[in-house]
């Protein structure tokens, strides 16, 4: 399971977006906590074999990326004013300043200028935004994410529930690695045998508060953390 560049995979986007964004009528895809998103999956060859594609329309990233791209715009716009009430004495000059401000995210085929000079006189830029890419961005770029897997048996929720999950091993691991709670490090041990001991029990200490925290939240609603649970752990245990 991995999730790739999209800015790799235009065309499959492309496509794509013609399935989840476009068609009110799609079937939406139902998580195991009841939660709906929309998707789209195929098959594509990844390097020489056949892989199950999804690609999943996020309206949380939507969102982000689209404000994102307004705050860029915003911020260069306000830089373009400025160079225009201070304009640059050569035309290589004010070639360099736009092409940097054209190098944020998405701009340097969102935003397109012309420079001119008649004779010796100052130069003149026009500027203007290429409204069939950002029609682009809009419905057929923000908010996807493309996933490939070899798990070709699993149903599509599985399979956005399983890259979604990923982020659940993260905190596990930097649970694991933090010294106030399970302490995984600093390691006062040489030998491998001691070092595999050490190891199982604190992944054994930490299988045993993550049920502790879970028997918490259901049987009493606890509202904190794992962390939050690990310094009143009796407290948690009594509630359990």
Not at 101 to 117: A, F, K, N, W
Not at 171 to 195: G, V, Y
Request: a positive charge.
């Amino acid at each position: 399971m991995t999730a790739v560049r999209p800015s790799y995979h235009l065309a499959l986007l492309s496509e794509a977006a013609g399935h989840v964004s476009c068609v009110p009528h799609l079937a939406e895809v139902q998580l195991s906590n009841g939660a709906a998103v929309r998707a789209w999956r195929t098959q594509r060859k990844v390097a020489g074999k056949q892989r199950d594609v999804v690609v999943v329309f996020s309206p949380q990233l939507y969102e982000g990326q689209l404000r994102g791209l307004r705050q860029t715009l915003s911020r260069s716009w306000r830089e373009l004013e400025e160079m225009q009430l201070h304009p640059s004495v050569s035309v290589e000059a004010a070639k360099r300043r736009l092409d940097k401000i054209r190098g944020h995210q998405y701009l340097r085929s969102l935003l397109c200028y012309e420079i001119t000079r008649d004779g010796q006189g100052p130069i003149r830029i026009r500027l203007w935004s290429d409204w069939q890419e950002y029609q682009r961005l809009i419905t057929r770029y923000f908010g996807l994410r493309i996933l490939i897997t070899d798990r070709a048996e699993w149903s599509t929720a599985q399979i956005i529930e399983a890259y979604r999950g990923q982020s659940k091993v993260e905190t596990a691991f930097r649970d694991l690695k933090d010294p106030h709670m399970l302490s995984t490090r600093p390691q006062f041990h040489w030998t491998d045998q001691k070092l595999h001991v050490h190891a199982f029990m604190c992944v054994t200490a930490y299988l045993l508060v993550t049920l502790l925290h879970l028997r918490a939240k259901q049987k009493t609603a606890f509202a904190g953390g794992l962390a939050a649970c690990w310094p009143s752990w009796p407290k948690c245990a009594a509630a359990a």
